[in-house]
């Protein structure tokens, strides 16, 4: 009988009551008083319950308590774990240094086929994620081939011919009842850009251009210290509180009125002397992304994001009447720009197409398509010669079109997210670019970018950008709003002006100069219309 600890035949044997297993009893004593309880069953135990094994020379009684036993009141005695007698060679220093060699070198291969277990794993992973790569790679691909089919598709559609009616142009409302009934997918005859359209075009781009030669800074232009005292003159709430947001904002300068495009699908038309919401138009199904003024004609321009450009008459009474209903685009519109001679307007769209209309009779001449845009139009705007038409897609590039021949003439590459806003100066040659990583300014007469302002952090967009009317400043709307003094391709542009937005949303959404840049009007993710002025402007309002 060995010991349950040691393994080896005890020299003096005890024996568990509990358990019944066999201790040396000096090694059994010494574990109880480190630790109170059975090595083996860890069940607690105490020095009482540990007998002496004892040899008697009685027989027929136990040895220990002098009791009659016999051999059937004989139990087999529990023994822990079988441990091995120490080997001879572990009785010696040289046979333990044989035994440590041993285990060493086995210690070693076993070390060795790990790390070659190792390798082989790392092998088949890095085969793994080459070949997760590829396979994405290979998905990229056949994701682009397919979208470009779908370009090519659509665009074989839009070009083939159909046999629909052109639809008569009627106005008070006839017109946009009988556009409603089309629907949005119906499919029109294009009449095309006429010869005597084109004429019209370049006889007011070339009447345009000679007064530019002349063009004199106007008197009544506010001043830069008048600019430097900016602050906010009055706030007006007007657009719903449960669908807060101004997404864009145009100003008839002729009239003072100010125009805001808001996320409850309204457009609210607001006088500033008056401090009056004049009209307050609504039709659209969803947020209004851009409104325009056509100020000679009382024609008052707004396109959604429910696909549809809407044009709205001034009546007797002061209000706007809904004239046309305009559904040429697939998707949301997302700009709407006026030409010129204040007879034609482009609508440009996330369907990656532009539309030029003739304003009267709300007639589509053409539709343009951008094969090389998949990903659509986020802005557009007329130069103010309006030969030229400056387009901002989502995919970070800026398109220049000739009108005429509506052919791509140049690309400005640089942005980094969706070109959000696009301004011309009225010098003829400066073009402001706004876009996720802040403002470009390009030089169009050697169609490069001179100058870029990264004026917020990379998780704050630029969201609009604004030339005054003479070109002398330039407005830039972010998580506030600052304004530049306009200089030269190599000359400074110094800002004179930085107005916090004090939505509390962090995000001004829009700006435009008022005339003579005597003040400015802000939008935000709020629903309040902001005007920022000189605080002795007489002309300003109270909020």
Not at 167 to 191: F, Y
Not at 349 to 371: H, I, K, M, N, R
Request: glycine content about 8%; overall charge negative.
């Amino acid at each position: 009988m060995n010991c349950s600890i040691s393994g080896e035949v005890p020299e003096e044997p005890v024996v568990s009551k509990k358990s019944g297993l066999l201790y040396e009893k000096r090694l059994i004593e010494r574990h109880i008083a480190d630790y109170g309880k059975c090595p083996v069953t860890g069940e607690p135990l105490t020095p009482d319950d540990i007998v002496p094994v004892k040899t008697g020379k009685d027989y027929g009684k136990c040895p220990v308590t002098g009791e009659p036993l016999t051999p059937d009141d004989i139990v087999p005695v529990k023994t822990g774990k079988i441990v091995k007698p120490r080997s001879l060679t572990a009785a010696s220093i040289p046979g333990m240094l044989g035994m440590f060699q041993n285990e060493w070198d086995a210690l070693m291969l076993s070390n060795f086929a790990l790390e070659q277990q190792l390798h082989t794993a790392r092998q088949e992973l890095s085969h793994a994620l080459y070949q997760h790569d590829a396979a994405c790679r290979v998905i990229a691909r056949l994701k682009k081939e397919r979208d470009e089919a779908r370009s090519l598709l659509a665009q074989s559609e839009r070009q083939a011919p159909l046999p629909v009616s052109a639809v008569p142009a009627v106005s008070n409302g006839k017109r946009a009842a009988e556009e409603e009934d089309m629907g949005a997918g119906a499919k029109r005859m294009r009449p095309g850009v006429s010869d005597s359209i084109i004429a019209e075009l370049t006889e007011c781009n070339a009447a345009l251009s000679q007064q530019r030669k002349k063009r004199q800074i106007p008197p009544t232009l506010a001043p830069i210290d008048a600019l430097e005292s900016y602050t906010q003159l009055s706030s007006h709430p007007l657009h719903k509180t449960n669908k807060p947001g101004i997404l864009s904002i145009d100003i008839n300068l002729s009239k003072d009125i100010v125009a805001t495009g808001g996320i409850d699908s309204n457009a609210v038309l607001f006088g500033r002397t008056s401090g009056e919401i004049l009209s307050t138009l609504s039709g659209h199904s969803k947020k209004v992304t851009s409104v325009k003024f056509v100020a000679q004609n009382d024609v008052f321009l707004s396109g959604s994001a429910d696909k549809t450009v809407r044009i709205w008459q001034s009546s007797e009474d002061g209000n706007y009447d809904c004239r046309h209903i305009l559904k040429d685009h697939t998707a949301e519109v997302q700009a709407v720009t006026v030409h010129a001679t204040n007879n034609y307007f482009v609508t440009a769209s996330l369907d990656a197409t532009w539309c030029f209309y003739d304003l009267a009779s709300g007639l589509c001449l053409t539709q343009v398509e951008d094969p090389l845009n998949s990903m659509g139009y986020t802005s557009a705007a007329f130069h103010p010669d309006g030969l030229i038409l400056g387009t901002g897609t989502a995919g970070a590039t800026v398109r220049i079109w000739d009108v005429k021949s509506r052919g791509n003439v140049a690309n400005f590459d640089g942005h980094t997210g969706a070109v959000t806003a696009i301004s011309f100066s009225e010098n003829g040659y400066f073009l402001a670019t706004a876009a996720h990583d802040g403002v470009k300014l390009w030089d169009l007469r050697k169609l490069k970018n001179f100058r870029s302002f990264e004026l917020y952090d990379q998780d704050t967009p630029t969201n609009s950008v604004d030339f005054d009317h003479s070109g002398s400043y330039l407005a830039i709307a972010g998580s506030d709003i600052r304004v530049f003094q306009v200089g030269s391709v190599k000359a400074e542009w110094n800002c004179i002006k930085t107005l916090p937005d004090l939505s509390g949303t962090g995000r001004a959404t829009c700006v435009k100069f008022g005339p003579d840049a005597r003040y400015l009007a802000v939008g935000s993710m709020d629903r309040n219309l902001r005007i920022f002025g000189l605080p002795d402007d007489n002309a300003s309002t109270e909020s």
